[in-house]
């Protein structure tokens, strides 16, 4: 299989809590040797000419206190909808202060609670990419979610805290792409589970478009 152009978005000087030099070359070899993957700063970007070339762009963005501008989240939105993959990975989702992305992403991060330990266990979905991989534990920030009504989502992945079941992986189709998001992710801990590892190596190939069996 030849490698799949792969863009990389995050943040370093202005990031206020996850900085992309941290976890990026980690990133890169958990998508492993499949991906040809260029890094880039900030929301510029994600206007739609830049994101073409790349058959999967992933989100690493740190933007809490900023909103992508109006001819970035069209871009986006663009990009994905005529058959781009867009994988999103924890702090990612701060690309939500647009309400068009939260609503691609299919949710909206609300808040968590301390770090700490949490099990990660697999639903009964069927999806593809859950394929061969397995459940597990790692030290992470619980993220919390509202979930989006008019946007439909597959769960894939929980985590249990508080004696309660919380999402912290899922799907979604949007027009002709794919979209998937997956908790974990706080800083590079996270990324050396060889399990978690391997959820996102299948995240990227399906997001992609790439067939999984």
Not at 84 to 98: A, D, E
Not at 195 to 210: D, E, F, H, Q
């Amino acid at each position: 299989m030849a490698s799949i152009p792969t863009l990389l978005l995050g943040n370093n000087d202005d990031a206020p809590y996850h900085t992309l030099r941290a976890v990026q070359e980690l990133i890169i070899d958990n998508l492993g040797a499949s991906f040809q993957v260029t890094a880039a700063e900030g929301t510029t970007h994600l206007k739609v000419d830049f994101l073409q070339p790349y058959p999967l762009v992933v989100s690493y963005l740190d933007i809490w206190n900023k909103v992508p501008a109006a001819e970035e989240t069209a871009g986006l939105l663009q990009y994905v909808a005529g058959g781009g993959g867009l994988l999103v990975i924890h702090n990612g989702i701060s690309i939500q202060g647009s309400p068009e992305l939260s609503q691609l992403i299919g949710a909206r991060f609300t808040g968590h609670p301390a770090y700490t330990t949490l099990p990660f266990t697999k639903t009964e979905s069927t999806h593809p990419l859950t394929n061969g991989l397995e459940p597990f534990e790692m030290d992470e920030e619980p993220y919390r979610f509202e979930l989006d009504p008019f946007a439909p989502i597959e769960l894939l992945l929980t985590y249990t805290h508080e004696g309660k079941e919380w999402p912290a992986a899922w799907t979604r189709t949007y027009g002709l792409g794919r979209v998937v998001y997956l908790m974990p992710g706080h800083h590079s801990p996270s990324f050396q589970s060889e399990a978690y590892g391997k959820w996102i190596r299948s995240a990227g190939l399906w997001a992609a478009g790439v067939p999984l069996t």
